[in-house]
Nanobody, 125 residues
Framework: VQLQAFGGGLVQAGGSLRLSCAAS????????MGWFRQAPGKDREFVAA????????VYTDSVKGRFTISRDNEKNECYLEMNSLKPEDAAVYYC???????????????????WGQGTLVTVSS
């Protein structure tokens, strides 16, 4: 299984970016997907997750109302639409896949099996 995250870049505060995660080597539609981020000197942080068909999503509080996770199972891709970006959103963003949806348990990085390489998001103030 390979996951490749892309779409990061430099954006001004208040701006938007759309991250994508392309999956290969698996039956993508079976697996919940998550996005995490890691800023320099900080632990990896959960951002959002989506179940296999997009019917369930969960977000960390700091991004609710600003970020939207979605997926296209036909294209084997998962997305993170980020709006109203803040300097504190700057980080390397990672996508990851998980074997099953766990209510209340999607934020644990250790439960994700496969990870993409990360894409850097920089937000200027």
């Amino acid at each position: 299984v390979q996951l490749q995250a892309f779409g990061g870049g430099l954006v001004q505060a208040g701006g938007s970016l759309r991250l994508s995660c392309a999956a290969s080597g698996c039956t993508f539609s079976r697996y919940p997907m998550g996005w995490f981020r890691q800023a320099p000197g900080k632990d990896r942080e959960f951002v959002a997750a989506i179940n296999w068909n997009g019917g369930m999503t969960v977000y960390t509080d700091s991004v609710k109302g600003r970020f939207t996770i979605s997926r296209d199972n036909e294209k084997n891709e998962c997305y993170l639409e980020m709006n109203s970006l803040k300097p504190e959103d700057a980080a390397v963003y990672y996508c990851a896949s998980k074997n099953w949806w766990k209510e209340g348990g999607m934020a644990l990085a250790t439960e994700y099996r496969y990870w993409g390489q990360g894409t850097l998001v920089t937000v200027s103030s």
